[in-house]
């Protein structure tokens, strides 16, 4: 029981109020947030410049509106279309959201070559929220249900909120700190909203 | 820490509990943390949960805000 001996390391060293969580992970039936090694610990070294954090999250947000574009064009589930359409709308947004907070904080105004100089190892192509690449995420989603897609959908999403909440974390300005809280809430939002649709759809299974 | 410590009584909460207290609660009124080993953290994590291994934790609680409430997994 790891997290009992870390409580008490914790509880020893004059923490006020210490819980361990019964069960561990395994007892979590929620949506975990998978770490992708080369995608996200190398980028949050404590020396990450907020700079390379926002070009970071622009060049995932891009992949992700292209991942979903594509899935409102091939699939034929109206309310599924609308949702992803939506979707991509949102993250349009987060792109110029970020964009204008790269222009506050580094004082530049950005170029074409914005997010991808910001970032020490050049992705292999696009990379959406997850650090999936939306090439590979496209070709596996074909000829997959609905259900599966949601799940995928999911996930990604998950891993989205888990990065801004961690930016916010990391970061130091107050103005970036307010604008991934924001970003948290709304992918948090819009995993509300993938959620409903997904427990919609097991339920026409069953 | 010496091997009593391991016989303190420590507060557990089920993973539902967990749960209806990080909706309640923003990101800056808590810690949470996850001491399993960078591998198993890269399976899965809970959203947001800082990544700090059992065998490092003594070292790098300077991290972590003793006056909020942690929770640990």
Known sequence: ?206 | MSILDYFKPVSTWAAEKVREFLNEKTQEGYNLVDVRQPEEYEQGHLPGAQLIPVGELPNRLAELDPNKPTIVY
């Open chain 1, 1 to 206: 029981m790891r997290s009992r001996a870390a409580a008490s390391v914790l509880t020893g060293a004059g923490f006020q109020e210490v819980h361990s969580m019964e069960g561990g992970i395994r007892a979590w039936h929620g949506l975990v947030a998978e770490g992708i090694p080369e995608a996200r610990m190398a980028y949050f070294s404590p020396a990450t410049r907020p700079e390379e954090m926002i070009a970071m999250a622009w060049l995932l947000e891009d992949g992700s509106c292209k991942f979903y574009e594509s899935l409102t064009e091939t699939l034929d589930e109206q309310e599924a279309k609308g949702l992803f359409q939506n979707l991509k709308r949102s993250e349009e947004n987060h792109k110029t959201t970020l964009w204008k907070l790269f222009e506050e904080i580094s004082g530049k105004t950005p170029t074409h070559e914005f997010p991808h100089k910001m970032i020490p190892t050049e992705p292999r192509g696009d990379v959406m929220e997850g650090g999936m690449l939306v090439s590979e995420a496209l070709k596996w989603s074909k000829g997959k249900t609905l259900k599966d897609i949601l799940e995928l959908c999911l996930s990604l999403e998950t891993n989205s909120y888990d990065l801004y909440l961690k930016m916010e974390q990391k970061v130091e300005t107050n103005k970036a700190k307010q604008v991934f809280k924001t970003l948290s809430e709304e992918e948090k939002n819009h995993l509300d909203r993938l959620t409903s649709l997904f427990s919609k759809t097991l339920e026409t299974k069953s």
